[in-house]
Each structure stands twice: as C-alpha cells, then as structure tokens.
C-alpha cells in the first residue's frame, strides 16, 4: 500500500512538472468525454429513455397512406377506426382527436388543449385516474357532456373543491356550435398526474410546442355521430400489442384488414394502406436521423481525441525508453516499473475525467438553450451516467496503453542496446511512427467525413435560407388571438377582428394590417379537395395538397403577396349570409394546375362535393406556407367577414426595422377590445422563417462543431507527427544539408512524406461518402452539391491544410534548431 501511494505520489509530482504536456492531454481527452457525453445525453433522453406511458414500447401510431391521393401520413375517420377495432385481434385501439376548450370560472376563460378520446383511451395507456373515474368507465352511457380535468387545473381553478368531483362545471366549447354560451360538464374525475401528451396530426393555435413532456390539460369523450363519413380521416389513433404479439404480427393482420375495407367500401378506402409505427419513432421521426448522425461524429471526434492524446504520449514515451532501461539497470522490477507507469495513465485520465465533467455540464446547458422548440430536452438534462463510465474506461485505456508502451518495448528488447541508445545516435523508432502515421490516416479519413457531412448540410441549409417565400417578412408583427370558444354569435368575431384591426391602424408607424386563420408556416390551415367546373374530377396525387386560409381584405398588401391576375377581395364581398361566399382568390399553383395556358378568373370551383360553386376572382403568387424546404402547396383563400373565426392570426406591417417595440401597444388595444382574449405567440415575421428552419440550423452548427474540433484534432497529429520524424530524423537532415541540400528540399521531403499519409486518409475518406452516398437516395441538387463538396472542396482544403501545418513545422525546426553532425 505504501508503494502504491509513493508511485501515485510520483505520477502527480512528474504530471505537475511537465504540465505543458499534461495540460495538452487532458484538453485532447476532455473533448473527447464531452462531445460524446453531451450529445449521448441527448440522444438518450430523446431517442433512447423510455417515454412517460406505462410500458411505452408496446404502443403504437397506427398511420394510413395513400399513393393514389398523394397521401404519405394521413389519419383516419371515425367509421375506418370502428372497422379496425372490431375485426384487430392483435392490438387494442383507442381514437382521439386534439381539441381545445375553454374552462369558465367567476366570468374568466382559462384555455385548455386536451382530447376527445373513444373508450379504451385510459385502458391502453393504463392511465388511471387521480380521483373519481376515468371516461372507459361512463362511455357506454352515452354522456357526451363529462370531462376529465388535470389535477394542476383542478387546483388552481377550482381550488382543489372535493365537491366538484360529480359535479358540473361551466366549459365553453365549438362543439355546441352555433349556440353560444358556457354549458355544464360533468366532472367525473381528475388525469393522472403524470399524463401526458400523445402526438397528434391535428391542428390548432395553442398546440404548437406541445410535446411528450407536456402535460394534457383535460379528456372528454369522442363524439361517433360523424362516423358515417369514412373519407374524412381526422382522428389519431393508439394501439397497444397483446402479449406475445410483435409489430411484424400486428402490421400483417392491418394490412388483411385494410385490404377488406378497400373491397367492401372502394369508394372510400381504394389505394388506402396502414403503416403501425412504434410510438417513440413517430414522436421523434424529425429528429431521430439527425441525432444518430450528430452521435456519430462524436463518436469519431472522441476517437480523434483519443489519437492526438496517443500522439502525446507515444512521443513522450519514446523519449523514456533509455529512463526505464536506466532504472531497471539498477534494480528496479519490472512489476514496480510496471505500476509505476500504471499509476501515471491512471492520474492522467482521473484529471481529464474531472475537467470533462465540469464541460459537459456546461456544454449540455448551452445545446439545451440552442435546441429548437420541436426537441424537448430543455426538461432538468443531466449528463448520462453510464456513457461517462464508459468514456472514462476507454479514456483510461488509451491514457494506460500508450503510457506502458515503452515498458513493453524495454522489455521485449535487449537491455544492452537500450542502455547505448543516447540523444545522438538514436535512429529512428520505426514502430513508433508506423503507430502515429496511422493515427493521421484514420484522423484525415475522419475528418473527411465530418467535413463532407458539415458541408452538405451547410449547402442545403443556404439553399433553403436564399428560398423566396413568396412574402415579405421584414418589419412584420404576428400575434395569435384566441377567443373563449361559443362566447358569443359567431359575428362577434368578425367584429371583434376589425375593432382590433381599426385600433391598430391608428398606432403611429403601422404601415398596414390584417388578419388570417391559415398562417404561412403555421399548422392551422383547413384542409380541402378542389373540383373544377367543366373540368375531370383532379387525382390528388397528381395535384399538391390544397387547403383553405381566411383572411381579411387587406391580407395581401400587408403580406407583400403580388395580385397576378385578377382582383383581390374588396367590401362588397363580404356582404352575404355568413359561411356562404361567393368568390375566392387562389395561388399560382392551383391556377396553373386546374387551368394551364388558360384564364382562371370567372371560372368556377367546389372545395367539398357537397359544398357550392364558387367564382374565382383573383390570382396571387405562391407562398411557400409549409416550410422553405418545401413546394407551394394549392391555397385558396375565403374573405374573413363571411367566415368569421374565433382563431386568428394579426399581422402588423409597421414602418420600423424593430416590429417588437408594437407589441405592447398592439396587445392593449386587443384587450380593449375583448378582455378574454387570449394572446399567445407573439413574434416577427422573420423569426418565424428562422423557427422553420430552427431543427435544420441545430444540427447544422452542432455537427460544424464537431466537425471543426475533428479536424482540429486531424491537423495536430498531423503537427505532431511531423515534429516527431524530423526529431529521429535529426542526424539524417543534418547530413543532408552537408551534402548539399537547401533548406527548401528538407522542408520538400518531410512534406512529401507526410503527404502520403494524408493522401491515404483522404482516399479512405472519400470512400467511405461514396459508400454513405449510394446508399442514401440523394435529391438532385443535394447530390449536384455532394459532387463538389466531397470531390473537390473538403479533399482539397484537407491538403492544403495538412501541407501547410508540416511545412511550417519543418520550417521552424530549420530555423531555430542548429542540426550538426556531433
């Protein structure tokens, strides 16, 4: 014990001296243990923790697509889910349907976003309740006016009131439209208290950002009247696998079962076909790929690190080779030297296990602070305990191999030799360098693939940021006002919307304003089918989705949006019965697809079969509304004053570069208006074009990041490398210049040697994107990009690189080091 004590006792002292050295290895390696603990930790609690339902990994999304409609992944109806439930006999199913209600205390509307579920919801989740019943139990009753409330709500609106359990309480809710009012609610019992949110397809203004971390605020049963309409697919639906039973099984009998529903009703369910999808894919299908990829290349900057702290301590235990013959010379065991040695590595790696720590703390608060909304890992994330165990034992062991290296060369050698070996006939360690060449061929290989990576994400990123939306975004305010559901007649509404409107024109520096349900990158667009007069019915897969956006006279000059045939709406069009227009505009794509080389105005469309003519009046340009990376989708767009909506979004035109200074003024006058109203993101135009973007521009500095570091990493071994071949090669140059040479030839050969090596790693490199390549289908001009990031840009910068850190190397070694012949 004594012994062990003096030799951890001589590890510190000697790690303390040459604390240059030390402080080189511990940065290699803390970077190492921290690029891949923080994106582990993650990739863990997004991809890898189980998600907060009973036994989450039995759940599954059951999905319908449809090539023929152009459908990749659609909901279902209500009658389709009746189908499924009564002929599965491999899952339980439960339908929901996101809603939003508004619960009415002392004349105050508190919002809430919960689900319409049908029965078997809780039994599924195996979700019971905090007090009273859940829904699974009164849903053969027939009540559809029960509700269960979240305990949050419970207590801070009710005050936490045991009698309001069977009771009725007051909910203001769409679904007793057109009638207006607050309507009683049976509360018969509280959620768990750990229930969360399922992921859902529908829309609504208060979701956005919701996600499995987020708690659901109420469930009320689903209505099954409207089951009669089997292609009007707007419900999610949840499976649970029986016992015994595996994904493959259960897929094999939906896909029997949607083949006879496609005979039964081909009317409706032709070219339909269930896609079952684990619960935790489906939630994290955005981020999933992206978050592998990011593992990955820590995972290589972590072996990167590991290689330029291998490239410190093989140089410096070349070095020792004649220090341990010495001592074993004088008696001491190799058994000592071997702890010794041991306890050293051993220091070293506890030091970079400490500072790691302390970084990747930091590190996992700053990507929490940068991660985009759609990634909820802003949630108390801790590093992952058992990826830093296993950090630290590689780390370790690179830091006790490498430190043992030169013990096992004295002893597999003859001691004479290594006690002749001095300064100045030492010869050139062939292993050794063999050992740091490699290193620099994986290095430049690893770093060829980071860059490529970085680099394509990078293009396409630029592609998409240069993307015309079709609108102008600067010195634009939006704001998302909601009012209390069924408060009043649903002109209100549209009252309301212009009383605001007129209050914010005449701000000072309001340059215009108007209002939309159907915000460009929002979700609150209604969907839609298009039928032409005089024209065949249109396949939706040979047509873009088309939806329908209302909006207020004024929508299009506020926006920027160019009238390109025809009128926009004016006063008159809004005089009629409400909900039945007469006239809409449509965009450029629904023009040139319904009527190519022809005239759209006054030609005549139907958005629902059963719904009336409607003359098209006006043709706008394009806007990209489902994201920058994504084709214009059909919008046809309704005037707001026959189709007043309690959800829309104000949109600001101000005449100052900073729209944020009108929020306050703007967010008065809307409560002015309606002191119910609910005010949620509030935001520029341009910031919301950034959001959409916001999961793309994470991954893109997170992996230019690690790709920096990586090659970083690559361009010191390459340094190293070089330094320690002209230190053996020392007496060889020296000669060399007696002979004759100048300067500029050592500095050639050096260079060339160590070019073979980065010219080996750039091949392998190159190699291993064309493999990646042929496997991933890659979009023209991704590929067109591919093509010239990987074959020219990151090959030749990586030469370049590497040809100018040996030179300067060898360069400062000619001139500062006298190389002689003694």
Not at 301 to 311: E, K, P, S, T, Y
Request: charged share 20%; aromatic share 8%.
């Amino acid at each position: 014990m004594t012994s062990l004590l003096d030799d951890l006792r001589l590890a510190c002292h000697r790690i303390v001296r040459d604390w240059r050295f030390t402080s080189a290895v511990v940065l290699c390696l803390t970077i190492g243990i921290s690029a891949v603990v923080g994106v582990y930790s993650i990739l863990n609690l997004v991809i890898l923790k189980p998600l907060p339902f009973h036994d989450a990994d039995r759940l599954v999304m059951i999905r319908t697509y449809s090539p023929l409609e152009n459908k990749q992944d659609a909901q279902t109806s209500l009658a389709e889910f009746l189908d499924w439930q009564s002929q599965c006999r491999t899952m339980d199913l439960a339908a929901y349907q996101l809603t939003q209600l508004d619960l009415s205390v002392e004349d105050r509307y508190q919002p809430m976003v919960g689900f319409r579920v049908s029965n078997r919801f809780f039994a599924i989740l195996r979700a019971k309740p905090s007090l009273g019943m859940t829904l699974d139990e009164t849903f053969g009753a027939g009540n559809l006016q029960q509700l269960m409330l979240s305990p949050d709500l419970w207590r801070d609106h009710l005050n936490a009131d045991m009698s309001a359990i069977g009771s009725a309480i007051s909910i203001n809710s769409w679904l007793t439209w057109p009638t207006q009012g607050s309507r009683g609610y049976e509360l018969i019992g509280l959620l768990p208290e750990d229930m969360r949110y399922l992921p859902s397809s529908s829309w609504l203004f208060n979701s956005n950002g919701y996600g499995p971390n987020s708690k659901i605020d109420f469930c009320m049963p689903l209505d099954f009247s409207g089951a009669i309409w089997r292609d009007f697919r707007s419900h999610d639906v949840v499976g649970r696998l029986k016992d015994g039973v595996s994904l493959e099984d259960a897929q094999a009998e939906m896909d029997i079962i949607a083949s006879r529903l496609a005979t039964d009703y081909p009317e409706s369910n032709q070219g339909w076909y269930v896609n079952l999808v684990p619960l935790r894919r489906f939630v994290y299908r955005r981020s999933e790929t992206m978050l592998k990829a990011s593992f990955g290349a820590s995972l290589l900057v972590m072996l990167l690190a590991c290689g330029g702290a291998a490239h410190l301590l093989l140089i410096r235990a070349s070095r020792r080779e004649s220090e341990l013959a010495i001592s074993s010379a004088l008696g001491a065991s190799p058994q000592r030297l071997i702890q010794q040695t041991f306890a050293e590595g051993t220091v070293l790696s506890l030091a970079s296990f400490a500072c790691s720590l302390l970084v990747t703390r930091w590190l996992i608060d700053l990507l929490c602070a940068l991660a985009p909304p759609d990634l909820p890992i802003t949630d108390g994330l801790t590093p992952d305990l058992h990826v830093v165990f296993v950090s630290t034992i590689v780390v370790m062991l690179c830091c006790v191999v490498f430190t043992l290296w030169p013990l096992y060369r004295m002893l597999t050698q003859n001691l004479a030799s290594q006690l002749h070996v001095t300064s100045r006939t030492a010869t050139r360690s062939v292993r050794t360098l063999a050992m740091l060449s490699g290193m620099v061929v994986f290095g430049v290989a690893a770093s060829y693939v980071l860059l490529v990576s970085t680099g394509l994400l990078l293009a396409r990123m630029r592609q998409t940021m240069q993307t015309d939306p079709g609108f102008e975004s600067s010195n634009r305010l939006t704001m998302t006002i909601r009012l209390p559901e069924a408060k009043h007649e649903w002109i209100h509404n549209t009252l309301f919307c212009h009383q605001v409107m007129d209050g914010v024109r005449e701000l000072p520096g309001v340059a215009n304003v108007a209002a939309i349900q159907g915000m460009p990158m929002g979700r609150n667009k209604i969907d839609s089918h298009v039928i032409v007069e005089g024209k065949p019915l249109l396949r939706q897969r040979d047509t873009p989705d088309a939806y329908i956006r209302v909006i207020t006279d004024d929508y299009f000059a506020t926006m920027g949006i160019p009238i390109l045939r025809g009128r926009t709406f004016n006063p008159n069009d809004g005089v009629g019965e409400i909900g039945d227009t007469k006239v809409v505009v449509v965009n450029k794509t629904m023009a040139d697809h319904c009527w190519p080389n022809e005239d759209p105005i006054g030609r005549r469309i139907k958005t629902f079969a059963a719904g009336q003519w409607l003359e098209v009046i006006g043709v706008v340009g394009d806007v990209l509304s489902e994201g920058l990376d994504r084709p214009p989708v059909i919008d046809i767009y309704y005037p707001e004053k026959l189709f007043p909506q309690p959800h829309i979004v104000l949109i600001t035109e101000t005449a100052n570069d900073d729209p944020m200074l009108f929020a306050n003024p703007v967010r008065e006058i809307v409560y002015n208006a309606d002191i119910d109203a609910n005010i949620t993101h509030v935001a520029t135009m341009d910031q919301i074009l950034a959001q959409s973007q916001s999961n793309s521009r994470y991954f893109s500095v997170l992996l230019s990041a690690l790709a920096v570091v990586g090659t970083v990493l690559a361009l010191a071994g390459i340094v190293l490398t070089t330094c320690f071949s002209v230190a053996q090669r020392s007496r060889e140059l020296a000669i060399r210049m007696c002979c004759g040479a100048t300067p500029t030839d050592i500095v050639m050969l050096v260079v060339a040697n160590q070019f073979k090596h980065v010219a080996a790693g750039i091949v392998i490199g190159g190699i291993c994107c064309y493999a990646v390549a042929g496997v991933v289908e890659l979009p023209w001009e991704l590929a067109r990009n591919f093509q010239i990031v990987t074959w020219t840009i990151v090959p030749l910068s990586l030469a370049v690189a590497a040809i100018a850190s040996s030179a300067a190397v060898v360069i400062r070694t000619i001139r500062e080091t006298s190389i002689s012949l003694r």
